[in-house]
């Protein structure tokens, strides 16, 4: 009976070690055959970039700031590529860019949108469309970017409209 006792205190004592470190990593969980082979693709070139920035800290590479910016940076865009993914029941992903508040210049140079003003769906600079904020140790800002025709497009609309129609 003893036995008995002393297996299911160490077989509970396991199990809530094992729910609690799965739980505080706060990754998101999913099945391989919940995605087609594209999506499946993009999250296992994710993980192999924290693989790599894991080694890069592990050799003292980077500092705790880079390694912490990065790993975050690489949880917003897992967290967005399977929102997507699930939303739309498709097995395709826009080019997914992730930018901290004071990165934004990185992807729109001197003059870049104020941060309060986006919308989600809004493109910006006809090249991102907003996509959303992801909290991942600190807020990202998510945007796809546009594909060369979707962009061809929305320059030809444009420029539409800056010109008036001859009668």
């Known amino acids: 009976m003893a036995t008995i006792k002393g297996r299911f ?13 799965v739980h ?3 990754t998101v969980q999913y099945s391989d055959d919940e995605f087609g082979p594209v999506v499946r693709a993009y999250l296992g070139y994710l993980k192999n970039e924290q693989e790599v920035v894991d080694d890069r800290v ?7 700031a880079y390694y912490r910016r990065n790993s975050n940076r690489i949880r ?4 967005m590529a399977i929102r997507l993914a699930r939303e739309s029941h498709n097995d395709y992903l826009p080019e997914l860019e ?3 508040g ?7 140079g001197s003059d870049p949108p104020q941060i309060a003003s986006l919308r989600v769906g809004e493109v910006l600079k006809n090249t991102f469309r907003f996509l959303g904020v992801v909290r991942a140790g600190e807020a990202f800002y998510l945007f796809a970017r546009l594909d060369p025709y979707e962009q061809a497009e929305l ?5 539409a409209v800056r010109r008036p129609e001859k009668k």
């Open 76 to 79: 917003a865009l897992r967290q």
């Open 155 to 159: 320059t030809e609309k444009s420029s």
């Open 102 to 108: 004071n990165e934004m210049n990185l992807l729109f």
């Open 98 to 100: 992730a930018v901290s």
């Open 9 to 21: 205190s160490a077989f509970l004592l396991v199990t809530f070690f094992a729910f609690t470190s």
């Open 24 to 26: 505080a990593r706060g």
């Open 58 to 64: 592990s050799r003292h590479e980077v500092s705790a």
